[in-house]
Protein backbone atom coordinates (compact mmCIF):
# COMPACT_ATOMS: atom_id res chain seq x y z
CA UNK A 1 0.00 0.00 0.00
CA UNK A 2 1.12 3.76 -0.61
CA UNK A 3 0.70 6.53 1.55
CA UNK A 4 -2.95 7.56 -0.06
CA UNK A 5 -3.89 3.41 0.85
CA UNK A 6 -4.17 2.01 -2.69
CA UNK A 7 -2.06 -1.01 -3.92
CA UNK A 8 0.91 0.00 -6.03
CA UNK A 9 1.14 -3.56 -7.33
CA UNK A 10 0.00 -6.81 -7.55
CA UNK A 11 1.19 -9.10 -5.02
CA UNK A 12 0.93 -12.36 -5.51
CA UNK A 13 2.33 -15.17 -3.07
CA UNK A 14 1.76 -18.94 -3.02
CA UNK A 15 0.44 -20.71 0.60
CA UNK A 16 1.89 -23.93 0.64
CA UNK A 17 -0.12 -27.01 3.01
CA UNK A 18 1.67 -30.04 3.98
CA UNK A 19 -1.28 -31.63 4.76
CA UNK A 20 -0.44 -34.51 7.36
CA UNK A 21 -1.47 -38.03 7.07
CA UNK A 22 -4.57 -38.41 9.30
CA UNK A 23 -5.99 -34.81 9.96
CA UNK A 24 -9.32 -34.98 10.40
CA UNK A 25 -12.10 -32.80 8.51
CA UNK A 26 -12.55 -29.80 10.18
CA UNK A 27 -8.57 -29.13 11.17
CA UNK A 28 -7.76 -25.46 10.35
CA UNK A 29 -4.67 -24.16 8.52
CA UNK A 30 -4.29 -20.51 9.71
CA UNK A 31 -1.84 -18.15 7.44
CA UNK A 32 -1.06 -15.26 9.85
CA UNK A 33 -1.91 -11.53 8.42
CA UNK A 34 -1.82 -13.32 4.90
CA UNK A 35 -4.69 -12.12 3.47
CA UNK A 36 -5.32 -8.86 1.68
CA UNK A 37 -4.91 -5.56 3.29
CA UNK A 38 -7.43 -2.49 3.46
CA UNK A 39 -6.31 0.94 4.38
CA UNK A 40 -5.48 1.18 8.30
CA UNK A 41 -6.36 -2.09 8.72
CA UNK A 42 -4.23 -5.07 9.50
CA UNK A 43 -3.77 -8.10 7.14
CA UNK A 44 -6.44 -10.47 7.72
CA UNK A 45 -5.64 -14.38 8.15
CA UNK A 46 -6.17 -16.77 5.66
CA UNK A 47 -7.55 -20.03 7.04
CA UNK A 48 -8.16 -23.24 5.14
CA UNK A 49 -10.23 -26.01 6.84
CA UNK A 50 -9.67 -29.63 5.15
CA UNK A 51 -12.36 -31.77 4.14
CA UNK A 52 -12.42 -35.19 3.47
CA UNK A 53 -13.24 -36.52 -0.38
CA UNK A 54 -14.61 -40.28 -0.20
CA UNK A 55 -12.90 -42.90 -0.36
CA UNK A 56 -13.28 -46.01 -3.36
CA UNK A 57 -12.74 -48.92 -0.61
CA UNK A 58 -12.37 -47.60 2.60
CA UNK A 59 -14.70 -45.28 5.12
CA UNK A 60 -13.48 -43.46 7.85
CA UNK A 61 -15.16 -43.30 11.29
CA UNK A 62 -12.71 -41.14 13.83
CA UNK A 63 -9.49 -43.08 13.41
CA UNK A 64 -10.75 -46.41 12.19
CA UNK A 65 -11.36 -47.25 8.86
CA UNK A 66 -13.91 -49.56 7.43
CA UNK A 67 -13.52 -51.87 4.87
CA UNK A 68 -16.50 -53.93 3.55
CA UNK A 69 -15.88 -57.60 1.53
CA UNK A 70 -17.39 -59.66 -0.04
CA UNK A 71 -17.04 -63.75 0.60
CA UNK A 72 -18.94 -66.59 -0.27
CA UNK A 73 -21.01 -68.89 2.02
CA UNK A 74 -18.21 -71.86 2.07
CA UNK A 75 -15.87 -68.88 3.44
CA UNK A 76 -17.85 -67.86 5.69
CA UNK A 77 -18.17 -71.52 7.28
CA UNK A 78 -14.89 -72.54 6.85
CA UNK A 79 -12.44 -69.66 6.68
CA UNK A 80 -10.01 -68.04 4.48
CA UNK A 81 -7.59 -65.65 3.97
CA UNK A 82 -7.86 -62.15 2.31
CA UNK A 83 -5.67 -59.88 0.73
CA UNK A 84 -6.09 -56.17 1.28
CA UNK A 85 -4.25 -53.45 -0.34
CA UNK A 86 -3.81 -50.63 2.37
CA UNK A 87 -3.47 -46.72 2.08
CA UNK A 88 0.18 -46.38 2.27
CA UNK A 89 0.45 -49.49 -0.44
CA UNK A 90 1.12 -52.28 1.91
CA UNK A 91 -0.84 -55.56 1.13
CA UNK A 92 -1.83 -57.48 4.40
CA UNK A 93 -2.98 -60.90 4.29
CA UNK A 94 -5.30 -61.74 7.08
CA UNK A 95 -6.49 -64.93 7.83
CA UNK A 96 -10.32 -65.19 9.26
CA UNK A 97 -10.38 -68.73 10.98
CA UNK A 98 -14.23 -68.64 12.39
CA UNK A 99 -17.20 -69.03 11.50
CA UNK A 100 -18.12 -65.45 9.63
CA UNK A 101 -22.21 -64.45 10.80
CA UNK A 102 -23.42 -61.27 9.07
CA UNK A 103 -22.83 -59.30 12.09
CA UNK A 104 -19.12 -60.38 12.49
CA UNK A 105 -16.77 -57.29 12.03
CA UNK A 106 -12.79 -58.28 12.11
CA UNK A 107 -10.70 -56.13 13.86
CA UNK A 108 -6.89 -55.16 13.19
CA UNK A 109 -5.42 -53.32 15.15
CA UNK A 110 -3.13 -50.49 14.56
CA UNK A 111 -3.81 -50.46 10.12
CA UNK A 112 -6.51 -47.45 10.34
CA UNK A 113 -6.01 -43.88 10.56
CA UNK A 114 -2.72 -42.39 11.29
CA UNK A 115 -2.98 -40.55 15.03
CA UNK A 116 -0.25 -37.89 15.79
CA UNK A 117 -0.06 -36.94 19.08
CA UNK A 118 3.01 -35.15 21.33
CA UNK A 119 5.29 -36.59 18.60
CA UNK A 120 3.68 -40.30 19.37
CA UNK A 121 2.94 -41.96 16.34
CA UNK A 122 0.05 -44.48 16.85
CA UNK A 123 -3.07 -45.69 14.36
CA UNK A 124 -6.45 -46.14 14.74
CA UNK A 125 -8.04 -49.85 13.44
CA UNK A 126 -9.04 -51.44 10.73
CA UNK A 127 -12.81 -52.94 10.70
CA UNK A 128 -13.21 -55.14 8.17
CA UNK A 129 -17.53 -56.26 7.87
CA UNK A 130 -18.25 -58.86 5.46
CA UNK A 131 -21.27 -58.97 2.97
CA UNK A 132 -22.20 -62.72 2.80
CA UNK A 133 -23.30 -63.82 -0.49
CA UNK A 134 -25.41 -66.95 -0.86
CA UNK A 135 -25.99 -68.97 -3.57
CA UNK A 136 -29.05 -68.58 -5.75
CA UNK A 137 -30.16 -72.41 -5.92
CA UNK A 138 -29.02 -75.48 -4.58
CA UNK A 139 -29.61 -78.76 -6.62
CA UNK A 140 -31.72 -81.62 -4.19
CA UNK A 141 -28.16 -83.43 -3.72
CA UNK A 142 -26.38 -80.34 -2.31
CA UNK A 143 -29.76 -79.64 -0.09
CA UNK A 144 -29.20 -83.18 1.37
CA UNK A 145 -25.65 -83.24 1.41
CA UNK A 146 -25.92 -79.91 3.63
CA UNK A 147 -29.15 -81.48 5.28
CA UNK A 148 -26.87 -84.08 6.87
CA UNK A 149 -23.61 -81.90 7.69
CA UNK A 150 -25.53 -79.80 9.73
CA UNK A 151 -27.92 -81.93 11.42
CA UNK A 152 -27.25 -81.69 15.49
Known sequence: M???GHSTYD?????EINV???WKAGTKITFPKEGNEKPG???SDIIFVIAEK???RFKRNGNDLIYKHS???KQALLGFTMELQTLDDRT???PINKIVDP???HKVQNEGMPISKGGQQSKGNLLVEFDIIFPNRLTENQKKMLNECLEN
Open 71 to 73: ISL
Open 103 to 105: AYT
Open 2 to 4: NSD
Open 11 to 15: DTKIL
Open 41 to 43: MIA
Open 54 to 56: PHA
Open 20 to 22: KPG
Open 92 to 94: LRI
